[in-house]
């Protein structure tokens, strides 16, 4: 069986997360929640900052304490991809971004190779659409926000991933590297691959997504972009009720 | 080897090239000691830097004086105490580690914690030990000694950096990693606590058998400056070992060499020029980063032009 795009709704999803629920003390950052990851597709997560997005990426991570349950029916490589919303990197760290790919993907010391670091031949391709083909030398913590997360971006991608996480890579993309992330992660689908998109840019999930789920502590909705994101839900999504109620705020 | 260096270093001496101290076998000793010591620490380093454990570092150091206190009031001589400062650092490294990955508390609070403990402790027991030994004697691990190191101490040295060598290797990578990114390590199914039990465990191991040679106090310093130093010059990640490593044997050997000049301890000496070197490469990297900023001026002044 192929898995593409648009396989869809007959398959049985890639990963199910049945009511699941993190705790952060007494509040629960996640409540009960319930999503199918449907294989081969942009799945996005939108919400509210403090929604519980990141905590969801996490908890697919395995690394946060959850009660419920999360199914994952591997076909593949069964391997991950992550892309966090931002490195810990300080500039005590000189590491370069040839170093920091040849890092994430071997197991071999890296002053064991005394010869220059060249990327596989697979990566360069990746290199050139990604366009950091010239920034091969530099360091990782001179680079701009949009050049690093698209230097991450790419080591989430070699060796291509079953399971492709992003959170929140809009914010700090530059408009050119934006045009080069989104086409290629439009592509993942028809490879096999399954992403999930934490995004605040609304156009970016109508454009490239193919279901798109709003967190907020629960599920508020979930579906087809097209379908669901209407004027209504997102301003109630993300506005506190009061606001919504009473839209006229006084200006400071 | 010991033979081939001793017969070196003495013809040398007695040509005049090197100081006459050199001729002795316990200066061929502590040589030998330097050239393992230096380079491992010197490896381990960038990592310590990296992953903000100096304070862990000089925790280490700190507790190898009460272990060696507690070892003697347990009844251990002040030679074979070795094998008990080893147990009692690995035991204050392991809880340290643990309470570190439960606690809410920043790091370097909950190390300052044990810090605070393990000194409080090693002065009681001191107190007890100095009552049965000189405090001179028990001075030497603190401030290390030349003429104090033995053949199985080299051959403790040499263990500790084997196994040091056949556990780090392996994990060197997924160690930087996951200083980077924790979690974008684990998603690289790099088991990222357990690495850091192993690094800490290693890195324990190292400080107590280089304690002996260059003093407990001066091992912190050689865990950091190194790292510190290469900082200044390395324009990469592999630039920053490889230079950690050169500067980590350069500041010991020209310390054996100040020492035998100077009647200061060793582990003093070494770092007196650790210390110069990095004062010197700080001038130099302030002075070509002022360098490179002029020369961007001159290009924008000249394209507007």
Redesign the interface.
Known sequence: MTVGAGVGAAAPPLIEVRAVTVRHGAESVIDRVSIDFARAEIHAIIGPNGGGKTTLL?AL???VPFTGEIRAGWRASGR???V?QR???GS?????VA??L???A??????S?WQR?RPDPEVAPLLRRLQLDHLL?R??FELSGGERQRV?LL??LVPLPELL?LDGPAGGIDRVGLEAVESMLQELPAQGVTAILVTHDLDQVMRISQRVTCLHHQVRFSGPPAAVLTDDRVLSAFRPAELVASPVEAPR | MTEWLRSATTSLASSGWLPETFAYAFMVRAMIACLILAPLLGVLSPLVVTRGLAFFSSAIGHSALTGLALAILLGESLDGAGAGVLCFCLLVSVAMTYVRHRSDLPSDTVIGVFVAFTLGLGICLLVAVTQRFNIHQVEALLFGSVVTVTESDLLFLLGVAVMTVLVIGPMFNGLFLSSVDPELAAARRINVARNDYFFLMMLTAVIVASAKVIGALMVEALVIVPAAIARNVAGSLRAYCVWSCVFACVGTQGGLLLGSFVPVPTGAAIVLVLAGLFGVTFVVSMATAAAARARGRAREAAGRK
């Open positions: 996490r991570l395995g690394q991950i991809g992550y966090p490195l810990r990197l005590a760290l000189p590491i370069t170093e920091f040849f890092v994430a071997q197991r071999r010391p890296l002053w190779r670091l030398g360091r990782l991450v080591q989430a996480l």
